[in-house]
């Protein structure tokens, strides 16, 4: 039996849903549930890494397949170009045409959505535009995007959790002649880690409960481009790896076992003005960052981890520390790589360009839905409806909008589509923007009892998008709304 349905800015509740959220045990439960522990595997298996796939005449299918993440770990997946898991890298220069042949190999509906790129309307991956089972879509927009590690993958309404859990997820690379002008490592030495947690115990089955669907899916196995356990072998040289956090919902506050300091070097939207030396990068579900480390003081025949240190902030998630890839210096070798002074230049956008502030509440209790255990996430009281226009705004505008999670309970990392943004304060909490904030972004988190804001000026691409939290179960669950650029 339906227990709800949507109308227009509302959720409708019948006589047989849990009437308050407040008075209601299942509620109650919901808020006290924990993130499911990582369960470290041994570090043995060599890590994957992605194909890559040039740009600018390019082909893929996603399908399911067998993927072997390991020795003695075998699932069920999705995967893009013959992959088994994820799917291939794409490289391309700023400025040039991308175009993609999609296919759809799967068994329902799916499309995709080009993480923080400026892309039109109808290339963008809404929610309802999808490519139906055995169905074709052509891609195709010019990169205007800065050199940077962007991402790409699945965004249909209510599948998009489903499908990224299984493994649908890719790299997206831009470059330039300008960025190449700066020495930073290449080749071999410039590797892309896309970090996720599972639960294999499940074989990627996607099958959330309750507190699932409240606090999003945690699993217990932590993967590094879908390899368990994952060893990469170094030498004592400087390496530039692209992290980017794929998970549904956990956050990862990125460190080194050793404790070294590290060089920050990019952000969602490319690199910053400088470097920036730091000993941790904290980074929630669609963020990225780029970065330097450099092995020479390692003595050959040593180990060391990336993990995850604990951090505060949240009561679901951050308690536990983790091992998340094992490096193994193997050799000895000189480059000569050395750190720029300076990188790319940031333009800032001036709060006095502002034409107007919007603020989102995005604190709001959460709506259970009965038997079926469905949990809704509201902003501002609405829930996601694709024939509803809930913000317009003009291109070539600049706006502040405010996420305001001052009065919540969960984290959430909030995402626009069609651009970058970038953040200008955070107030309660951390109460105060991060290093790795600094340069271009296009999300941003909010940790219960942090109110952000960000300021945007919106590109030329007239069209519907959306912007939303990008914990998965929470988008899925309706967090996310329509803004129309006129």
Known sequence: MKLFMKVPGLLVLTALTVLSCARCHKMESSENAKARKVEEKTFVNPLAIP?????????????????QLGSNISVNALGYGGASILGPTI???????????????????TNIHWHGLEVPAAQDGYPTDVTAPGGSFQYNFLIKNRPGTYWYHPHPDMATASQAWRGLAGFFVVTSPEEESLGLPSGEYDVPL???DKRLDGGLTYNPDT????????????????????????????????????????????????????????????????PVAVSSVLLAPGERADVL?????????????????????????????FYILKFKVMRQESDNTSLPASLMPVEKIPESQSVATRSFNIGH???????DGMVMHPIDGKTFDADRRDEVVKAGTVEIWE??????????????????????????????????????????LAFPGEKVRIIVRFPNLKGKFVFHCHNLEHEDGGMMLNYEIQ
């Open 403 to 444: 996420f305001d999670n001052s009065a919540g309970t969960e984290t959430h990392p909030m995402h626009l589509h069609a651009g970058q943004f970038q953040v200008l304060s955070r107030t309660g909490g951390r109460g105060a923007v991060q290093p790795w904030e600094n340069g271009w972004k296009d999300t941003v």
């Open 91 to 109: 490289r391309i220069r700023h400025g040039e045409q991308f175009d993609l042949a999609f296919s759809n190999g799967l068994g329902e509906a």
């Open 194 to 196: 896309v970090v996720q």
């Open 211 to 274: 507190d699932d669907r409240s606090i999003g899916m945690f699993g217990e196995s932590v993967l590094v481009n879908g390899t368990a356990g994952p060893v990469l072998e170094v030498a004592t040289r400087t390496y530039r790896f692209r992290l980017l956090n794929g998970s549904n919902a956990r956050i990862y506050n990125f460190a080194f076992s050793s404790g070294a300091m590290f060089h920050l070097i990019g952000s969602d939207g490319g690199l910053l003005d400088a």
């Open 293 to 321: 480390v450099n092995f020479d003081g390692q003595a050959v025949g040593s180990e060391l981890y990336l993990q995850s240190n604990a951090f505060a902030g949240t009561e679901t998630q951050g308690q536990q520390a």
């Open 51 to 67: 194909a890559t796939l040039d740009g600018v005449h390019a082909a893929f299918e996603a399908k399911s397949g067998t993927a």
């Open 365 to 371: 209790m959460m709506q259970h839905g009965g038997m």
